[in-house]
């Protein structure tokens, strides 16, 4: 008959490490969880969030009205591209935005004007004011401050490439209206 195999004695070394082991779980979840409703918080204070999308990155901004977000989801485009916190507002630049057919476009073309201002120089928008808003000609002029983006200065996030029509929404009720606006990065 054969003995029982003798069981292996764990060594206070290895409780030691299975416990350290154990305690940064622990504070590696908290942690998380804490910087998680921190962002959400943030989102609720600044107007606009991001959400999870295939293959690309949808924004959402709401405002009181209309003109505010569609204020909120550009600066969110640039949000994402790096920093807000960091980019001063040292200049202005104005846009002229003529959609073509309804909102959505006018939506579309207002955020794709300040993308070309950043693709061709670099003019990164931490605010943004609509100065007019004609719903019957469709033209939006806005204004936005910010600089020029520096390296340097400001954390290079992700490059959108374009403003796209895809899942676009504008939803207007008489206290709130929410936007949906994906990227492609």
């Not at 928008?125 to 983006?149: M, P």
Request: with cysteine.
């Amino acid at each position: 008959m054969d003995p029982l195999p003798k069981r292996k004695r764990k060594t206070r070394r290895e409780l030691r490490r299975r416990e350290r082991k154990r305690e940064l779980e622990e504070r590696t979840r908290e942690t998380e969880e804490r910087t998680i409703e921190e962002e959400e918080e943030g989102e609720k204070t600044r107007g606009y969030e991001y959400l999870p999308h295939t293959a690309d990155v949808q924004l959402h901004a709401w405002g009181k009205n209309i003109e505010e977000a569609f204020e909120r989801v550009t600066v969110a485009m640039f949000g994402y591209m790096t920093e807000i916190e960091k980019v001063e507002a040292k200049r202005k630049e104005i846009v002229v935005a003529k959609g073509t057919t309804d909102l959505k476009s006018l939506l579309y073309k207002l955020m794709d004007e300040f993308l070309y201002l950043f693709c061709t120089e670099g003019f990164t928008a931490r605010e943004l004011k609509i100065l007019e808003f004609d719903r019957k000609n469709l033209t939006i002029r806005a204004e936005g401050f910010g600089e020029t983006f520096d390296l340097k200065k400001h954390p290079q996030g992700t490059e959108v490439k374009a403003i796209t029509y895809s899942a676009m929404q504008i939803h207007e009720k008489s206290d709130r209206v929410d936007v949906f606006v994906v990227i492609d990065i």
